[in-house]
């Protein structure tokens, strides 16, 4: 039997993701044939795919790829944030965000895609993953964002890697203003919004459902101060602008100056380029969010374990 090298077993778990004793035997049970242990691997781990896919997958990465007037945000999530580190993992999520510049925000669209360089489909190769790092992962959400002349900007926070990290941005800018200064600012709105989290690009498209919420809230608090009706409606008015000023992106202070609006500091943008600035759209994907985390019991899992 070929010896199998410490050098080898560390090029495998590399290629793969998988643990180093599963590397192990891959290799000695494929006469140190690194493609068959490879595939071994994979058979191995495919075996147990209906295991992994029901736990649950909160971590991962957000990943941003931009192509001309055009850029993605995309989520793709694992268990445990080791993960994020793998660069096999890493490289999926690029490749999955440039995927979804061509095919769009449907994920099932993505899914369906040419993976490059493979003979696979985006599913496929992600099926791949899941054999060979052992942890359910998960296709989650996807948005593309398109000008007719501008920039679409975009902004990783916390990133692990270039493109990648916990919190992505994509701000769009319809304009003909030059594109590098375009990207400027695009970048700067793009950190407002990672920082703020607004829930609407403006008023009118705000949920009017949250705005009749809050409405009702202020006009109980209002009315609890005992003033004349007259006074409370204007009291209302007035916390409901307030109200606009916490949540719609255009109405909130810059952050990279604290005292301009952000419409402000986009219309004084367009007087210094030489040319009107749109603000069409904005998406903002933090890693996780609205994913209910399995809070896990360690020592019913090792009695369950124990009990097999």
């Not at 495998?12 to 998988?18: E, S």
């Not at 790092?133 to 007719?148: D, F, K, T, Y």
């Not at 380029?273 to 809070?295: D, H």
Request: hydrophobic letters at 45%.
């Amino acid at each position: 039997m070929a010896e199998i090298s410490a050098a080898l077993v560390k090029d495998l778990r590399t290629k793969t993701g998988a643990g180093m004793m599963d590397c192990k035997k891959a290799l000695a049970e494929n006469g140190g044939d690194i493609e068959q242990a490879i595939d071994w691997l994979r058979k191995k781990g495919l075996s147990q795919a209906a295991k992994k896919a029901d736990r649950v997958a909160a971590e991962g990465l957000v990943g941003v790829a931009a192509a001309g007037t055009k850029a993605a945000v995309i989520e793709v999530n694992s268990e445990t944030d080791f993960i994020a580190r793998n660069p096999a993992f890493q490289s999926f999520v690029a490749t999955a965000a440039k995927v979804a510049i061509e095919a769009g925000s449907d994920i099932a669209a993505i899914a369906a895609a040419a993976y490059p360089g493979s003979a696979k489909t985006v599913a496929e190769e992600l099926t791949h993953l899941i054999a060979t790092i052992g942890e359910n992962m998960q296709l989650r959400r996807a948005e593309v964002l398109a000008v007719s002349q501008g920039v679409v900007s975009s902004y990783i926070h916390s990133a692990t890697a270039p493109g990648l990290g916990r919190i992505g941005v994509l701000v769009a800018l319809e304009s003909a203003a030059p594109a590098d200064k375009l990207e400027g600012l695009g970048k700067q709105i793009a950190m407002h919004i990672a920082a703020t989290n607004p829930a609407s690009l403006d008023v009118a498209s705000l949920d009017q459902a949250l705005v009749a919420r809050e409405r009702d809230v202020l006009s109980e608090q209002a009315r609890a101060s005992g003033k004349p009706e007259n006074i409370i409606e204007k009291m209302i008015d007035g916390r409901i602008r307030k109200y606009y000023e916490e949540v719609v992106l255009l109405e909130q202070v810059f952050v990279m100056d604290g005292e301009t609006k952000v419409a402000k500091a986009v219309e004084n943008a367009a007087k210094e380029f030489g040319a009107p600035i749109k603000v069409t759209g904005f998406v903002r994907y933090a890693l996780g969010e609205g994913i209910e985390k399995q809070q896990s019991d360690f020592a019913a899992e090792v009695a369950a374990q124990a009990g097999r």
